[in-house]
């Protein structure tokens, strides 16, 4: 089945809504295709302390309020997940299992996924003690022991909010210290003190060892002495990182290290390397992954549309 429509934006998340209700309101019609994570990354985030206006609500809730908002506006919202892409003429062609897209501008807002570690063993043990989202998956581990790898922001909340849940934490970080928020980190240190988590720090996942049913331990080695330990646990989180939601457009737009690179047409801040295709939030290329920047750049996109199309 084919559809078309003038404008089409990618992604439900912040930068996607954003971008969703300024084009709206210039009275663009936009076509926004969710994805299949539909709220985008916050959605499975249980507290945001660092929205403007809000204090501790949760990523449910605050992406529910964006969509009720954007609700109000004449946005076409499909719940779809685009496959492949064709940016060689304009009018653009997207392709998803159900439906072929054509448009004639295009705000790009795919986010990122997380980054798996690619061990063997990881893959051997996928939904089997295996997590990336402790939200998600945080209450089959009440009272029990946890893993978790990485030193960044994620990491930390993930541990913070595990800590209220299982019996002990272990952190597994290749660095000697946290890159997460210092309020973060100062939260973590109290509960390194009380013993609810121990910090192996210089140390990478070497190994997951199960029964072939369920993870039931882990090797971990210290990169300093080269030394082995063993520990027993009954999950493990990932939380080393995200990897640009870019597949679809390769060999297409200009990327940098898998992200879109922006600002190529100076006229316009979220310009790509192809006139009328735009980019915002996580998916561009740069040091700035918040909520609140998502939305802003889905702002700025928009604005980039508007006067884009004014000048056609
Ligand atoms: P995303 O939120 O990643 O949304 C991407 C959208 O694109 C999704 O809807 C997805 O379904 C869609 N999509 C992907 N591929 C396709 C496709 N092929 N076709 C169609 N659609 C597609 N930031 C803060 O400011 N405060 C916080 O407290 C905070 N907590 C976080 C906690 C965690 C665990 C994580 C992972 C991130 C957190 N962040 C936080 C960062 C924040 O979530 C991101 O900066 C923000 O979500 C980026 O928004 P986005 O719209 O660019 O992309
Ligand atoms: P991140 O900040 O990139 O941190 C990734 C962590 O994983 C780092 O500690 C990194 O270590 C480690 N790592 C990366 N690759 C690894 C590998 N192959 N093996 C082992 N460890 C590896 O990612 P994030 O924590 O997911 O955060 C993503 C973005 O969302 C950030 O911009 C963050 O600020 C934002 N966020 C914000 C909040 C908040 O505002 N409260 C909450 C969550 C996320 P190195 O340091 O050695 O690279």
């Known amino acids: 089945m084919f559809k078309y429509s003038k ?33 985008g990354q916050l959605v ?12 501790n609500i949760s990523g449910y809730d605050l992406m529910n309020k964006l969509f ?9 919202i499909i ?14 062609t997207l392709y998803s299992n159900n439906y072929i897209y054509k448009c004639n501008v295009i705000i790009i807002a795919t986010g990122t996924y997380p980054r798996r570690l690619n061990l063997i063993s990881e893959k051997n043990y996928e939904n089997k003690g ?17 893993a978790i790898v990485g030193g960044g922001n994620t990491a930390l909340e993930e541990a913070l909010y595990l800590s209220n849940i299982v019996k002990k934490i272990y952190i597994i970080h290749r660095k000697n210290k946290f890159s997460a928020e210092p309020i973060i980190i100062d939260k973590i240190i109290d509960l390194i003190k009380n013993n609810k988590i121990i910090f192996y720090k210089n140390s ?23 030394s082995i330990t063993n520990i027993n646990i009954d999950g493990l989180f990932l939380a080393i990182g995200h990897i640009a939601n870019t597949n679809i457009f390769n060999n297409q737009l200009l990327l940098k290290d898998n992200y879109i690179c922006t600002n190529i047409n100076k006229n316009y801040k979220t ?12 998916i561009v290329y740069g040091n700035y992954r918040q909520a609140i920047i998502a939305a802003g750049s889905g702002c ?9 199309l004014n000048n056609c």
């Open 68 to 76: 009720k908002q954007i609700k109000q506006y004449k946005i076409s």
């Open 7 to 39: 404008l089409i934006i990618l992604g439900s998340g912040p930068a996607g809504y954003t971008a969703a209700m300024y084009t709206a309101r210039a009275n663009l019609n936009p076509l926004l295709i969710t994805g299949n994570n539909i709220g």
């Open 271 to 282: 310009s790509t390397s192809i006139p009328g295709i735009f980019a915002a939030g996580d």
């Open 300 to 308: 700025i996109a928009a604005l980039d549309v508007i006067n884009y």
């Open 204 to 226: 990478i996942l070497e190994e997951v060892l199960g029964n072939n049913y369920i993870i039931t331990n882990i090797k971990i080695k210290n990169i300093l002495d080269q």
């Open 130 to 146: 295996i997590s990336t989202c402790a939200l998600c998956d945080g209450n089959f581990y009440k009272n029990k022991i946890v």
């Open 79 to 92: 719940n779809d997940s685009i496959t492949s892409t064709n940016f060689n003429t304009n009018p653009f």
């Open 44 to 55: 499975n985030t249980i507290s945001i302390e660092n929205w403007p206006g809000e204090y």
